[in-house]
């Protein structure tokens, strides 16, 4: 690549803050949105709703007063022009859930996959945020080891940006990267531990992701009980619903139902969910044109651009985060 190439690349990183040193967070307005296994559409099955909800993520959200902020439910309905649009409602708060057993040569791993959706990043010059757009989202995937206990926490915008993989006290010595130091890590600009540390017991003790204003961005993650958070925030609950319902979401007002996700040639992309400052700044040296719009976790023969995690596009296939395990060991753990 040429020396402008890299420049480039440079000041789309710095203008998205991945090269400022991390705001601390504003927490006056805060809320915390907590999982509930009450849902007013289709249950979860009870034995999986009792490990979904015993390892369940918790989300502080800074200014919740503003509803781009708010954790919303992925809704479709006839826009202006009576075309079918998807939008996300920050009147409720859902937490779609799935679960994906995966078997490597160490172990048996079970991943608990976490997913919420929010309004839009907003857009506007100061700050300027790259990632604008509507229909954004954040997954939380909890991966538990033959023993049923956490070992890696990864958290990753539904883009496949901004991923970050770290450790519990749980994980298997070998399964480290070489060198590796127990310290804080900068993810693209946020800075998060080296590692979380849960108790034996494990009883009654979440992951707790604090995500900034605006862009939804995770700027820290404990491992906390769940009274305490109670005790500092307004619990927000997040009703359980299974994955699946977004590809089949009622549209308002009609006796019918349509997928949250692009079924043509854009298929398992969030519908409506266009980055344009991602295309015009990035997409033509990743060589991607949807890059940054969000879409379905899912293999890549059920999407249109499989969901890699690393922009080199010599490195989409390793980082396939559907295929855990190989993407686990790109990013330096081997499960």
């Known amino acids: 690549m040429s020396k402008i190439v890299y420049f480039l690349i440079f000041c789309a990183l710095c203008i998205s803050g991945c090269y400022q040193e991390p705001r601390t967070l504003t927490l006056d307005h805060a809320e915390a949105y907590v999982y509930s296994s009450q849902s007013s559409t289709q249950t979860v099955n009870q034995t999986n709703q009792d490990l979904f909800e015993k390892y369940s993520p918790i989300f502080v959200v800074e200014e919740n007063n503003k509803p781009y902020n708010r954790i919303g439910a992925p809704k479709i309905r006839r826009g202006p022009q009576k075309k079918l649009e998807a939008y996300v409602d920050p009147a409720q708060h859902p937490i779609f859930v799935q679960k994906v057993i995966f078997t490597t040569k160490k172990d048996s791993y079970t991943n608990l996959i976490y997913r919420v959706h929010f309004e839009k990043v907003p857009y506007g010059l100061r700050p300027f945020q790259i990632t604008a757009g509507k229909n954004v989202g954040l997954l939380v995937i909890v991966t538990l080891n033959s023993n049923q206990e956490p070992v890696l926490i990864t958290s990753v915008h539904t883009c496949g940006c901004y991923i970050s993989m770290v450790p519990t006290n749980f994980l298997r010595p070998d399964a480290f990267p070489l060198k590796w130091k127990e310290e804080p890590k900068y993810r693209y600009g946020e800075k998060h531990p080296g590692m979380l540390h849960f108790p034996s017991t494990g009883e009654g003790y979440h992951p707790v992701f604090y995500l900034r204003t605006q862009t939804h961005r995770v700027t820290d993650i404990f491992v906390e009980k769940k ?86 596009p010599a490195y989409w296939q390793e980082s396939d985060l559907w295929n855990f395990p190989v993407a686990a060991k790109f990013w330096g753990w081997e499960l």
Do not use: C
Not at 257 to 272: A, T
């Open 227 to 312: 009274e305490k958070i109670h005790a500092q925030y307004h619990p927000v609950g997040m009703p359980s619903t299974p994955i699946q319902l977004l590809d089949k979401l009622p549209v308002e007002g009609e006796d019918s139902s349509l997928s949250f996700y692009y079924q043509d040639l854009s298929k398992g992309f969030v519908k409506n969910s266009l980055k344009p400052f991602e295309f015009l700044i990035i997409s033509w040296w990743a060589f991607d044109p949807n890059v940054g719009n969000d879409k379905k976790y899912a293999p890549a023969s059920e999407l249109h651009k499989r969901f890699y995690t690393s922009l080199n």
